[in-house]
């Protein structure tokens, strides 16, 4: 006779409560990181963005704003960039900028889900050497609120860096 190599059903439940143990565990931990990810990607898109518009700015002797969106086409005004926002060739220098016709999209951000973003400015103008730029900081928001924000500060020479909200260059909320 052979020797049964059987689970009995006290062990698979025994088995399942642990792992029922651990995926609760767990859940809050993956939840965190998926915010994190969520938060930097919004934060990435945003320093890209000025930094290519202050790259065009550089190259091609214009005045490129960034502002927030709500359709991609048109700047909507505003402080709250959480909705998407784009950068474009500003060639008429209107304040505040508007899409005109002959002025192309560079780039548009989508929206940011997860959470807020909010700028001191309702635009930031990227200009050519030898002209100052528009300084002003972002903040990257999420449930979990100031402890977890970052801020993106655009420097007057146009130059943005990302940070954790403690280093931001004055008083921020969510």
């Not at 399942?16 to 609760?24: E, Q």
């Not at 990435?44 to 086409?73: E, F, K, Q, S």
């Not at 780039?107 to 200009?127: C, D, E, H, M, Q």
Request: aromatic share 4%; net charge positive.
């Amino acid at each position: 006779m052979r020797a049964c190599h059987c689970i009995s059903l006290v062990e698979l439940l025994a088995g399942l409560v642990v792992a029922g143990v651990l995926a609760t565990l767990a859940v809050p931990a993956f939840r965190a990181t998926l915010d994190d990810a969520r938060r930097t990607a919004a934060v990435n898109a945003l320093v890209r963005a000025v930094h290519g518009a202050r790259i065009a700015a550089l190259t091609h002797g214009v005045d490129v704003a960034v502002c927030p969106t709500r359709d991609g086409r048109q700047c909507s005004g505003g402080r709250d960039w959480a909705g998407g926002f784009l950068a474009f060739a500003n060639r008429d220098r209107d304040q505040p900028p508007r899409v005109d016709a002959g002025e192309p999209v560079l780039l548009v951000g989508a929206p940011y889900p997860g959470g807020s973003i909010r700028a001191n400015r309702t635009s930031f103008v990227l200009r050519p050497p030898g002209r100052r730029s528009v300084n002003g900081t972002f903040v990257v928001c999420d449930q979990r609120g100031l402890p977890a924000a970052r801020v993106v500060v655009v420097s007057p020479s146009g130059r943005p860096r990302a940070a954790p909200a403690t280093e931001a260059p004055g008083p921020v909320s969510c």
